[in-house]
């Protein structure tokens, strides 16, 4: 009777084992899916951090360059009297 029964269990687990296998690979595809749309959306937000950083960095640049450029003329036209 248990070696039937082994039998019947043995034959059960065959027969869904590639049900569970199928069900496994699906969920590692979706798992898969998942860790690469992770990943392309951190990449994109640390492009864009750059980019806002890059463009803060050289807006403050040329604010520094504009106002030495006022600084250097001023100080210029003051030296040698100029009224232009």
Do not use: C, N
Not at 8 to 19: C, T, V, W
Not at 70 to 81: I, M, Q, V
Request: proline share 1%; charged share 20%; no cysteine.
């Amino acid at each position: 009777m248990k070696k039937i029964q082994l039998l019947i269990l043995s034959l059960a687990l065959a027969a869904l084992s590639p049900l569970a296998h199928a069900s496994f690979a699906k969920g590692a595809h979706g798992f898969k899916e998942d860790v690469k749309s992770a990943g392309r959306q951190t990449g994109h937000a640390a492009r864009d951090a750059a980019h806002a950083i890059g463009q803060g960095a050289k807006t403050a640049g040329h604010a520094v360059a504009d106002t030495s450029k006022r600084g250097y003329h001023a100080t210029k036209k003051w030296l040698t009297g100029d009224s232009e």
